[in-house]
T-cell receptor, first 120, second 121 residues
C-alpha cells in the first residue's frame, strides 16, 4: 500500500521569506501523480501544484515550486515570498490509477499534513 | 473553474437518526465522486468512490451499510449516515472530477467541496 509521510507537523516562516515543506512517499508503482493541497481555516481544499512522476522537470506555479526526486521518493514544496494568506495546512498527496479490476478509477492518499504559519 | 458544493455545511443530529449529505458539481458533469472523512487536526481518509449509475466502491474498513452512497446523476452524489452515533461526528468532504481526457494529472484533478461538519449528540 502507498504511504505518504510529512515529517514536519508544524512550521512557521516570516512574511516574504522562503519555506520548504517536506514529503516522502512509498510506492512500487512507476506511473503516478503527486499533489500538494492547501487547506486554510475555511477547510476548503485547494490544489497548489501537481507533478507527473514520468516528468523529470519540477513543476512550478508562481511562488510555489517542487523538488521532485523520484529515486529518493521525495516531493518537497517550496513557497517563495511567503504571504500571510499562505497560512494553512498543507497536504502532500499521492495518486495512483486503479486497474479496471479495481474500479478503473484513481485514489488519492494524503499525508498527515504540515501546519504552516506565516508571521508578519 | 470547476465548483463543487455540499449541503448542509453543518448538521447536528441525535444518536440513532440518519442524516443525508449532498455533493453537487455545479458547472461540470462528474462521472466520479469521492467521499472523504477528516477527523480534527488529521488528514483526509478516502471512504468511498462513486461512479454515476453504479454501486460505490468502499475502502477497507468502511461500513457500506452505515454509509450509504448514491450517485444517481452526473451532478449529484449523496452520503447518508444511517443510525448515526457520536463516533460518526466528523468533517465529511466530497470531491468530483469530470471524465479524464488524457494521461496528464490535470485530467484527474479532483475538485473539492467545502465540507460538511456532522455532530451527533
Amino acid at each position: 500500500a502507498q504511504t505518504v509521510t510529512q515529517s514536519q507537523p508544524e512550521m512557521s516562516v516570516q512574511e516574504a521569506e522562503t519555506v520548504t515543506l517536506s514529503c516522502t512517499y512509498d510506492t512500487s508503482e512507476n506511473n503516478y501523480y503527486l499533489f500538494w493541497y492547501k487547506q486554510p481555516p475555511s477547510r476548503q481544499m485547494i490544489l497548489v501544484i501537481r507533478q507527473e512522476a514520468y516528468k523529470q522537470q519540477n513543476a512550478t506555479e508562481n511562488r510555489f515550486s517542487v523538488n521532485f526526486q523520484k529515486a529518493a521518493k521525495s516531493f518537497s514544496l517550496k513557497i517563495s515570498d511567503s504571504q500571510l494568506g499562505d497560512t494553512a495546512m498543507y497536504f502532500c498527496a499521492f495518486m495512483k490509477l486503479l486497474p479496471p479490476t479495481q474500479g478503473g478509477s484513481e485514489k488519492l492518499v494524503f499525508g498527515k499534513g504540515t501546519k504552516l504559519t506565516v508571521n508578519p | 473553474g470547476a465548483v463543487v458544493s455540499q449541503h448542509p455545511s453543518w448538521v447536528i443530529c441525535k444518536s440513532g437518526t440518519s442524516v443525508k449529505i449532498e455533493c453537487r458539481s455545479l458547472d461540470f458533469q462528474a462521472t466520479t465522486m469521492f467521499w472523504y472523512r477528516q477527523f480534527p487536526k488529521q488528514s483526509l481518509m478516502l471512504m468511498a468512490t462513486s461512479n454515476e449509475g453504479s454501486k460505490a466502491t468502499y475502502e477497507q474498513g468502511v461500513e457500506k451499510d452505515k454509509f450509504l452512497i448514491n450517485h444517481a446523476s452526473l451532478t449529484l452524489s449523496t452520503l447518508t449516515v444511517t443510525s448515526a452515533h457520536p463516533e460518526d461526528s466528523s468533517f465529511y468532504i466530497c470531491s468530483a472530477r469530470d471524465p479524464p481526457l488524457g494521461p496528464s494529472p490535470s485530467s484527474y484533478e479532483q475538485y473539492f467541496g467545502p465540507g460538511t461538519r456532522l455532530t451527533v449528540t
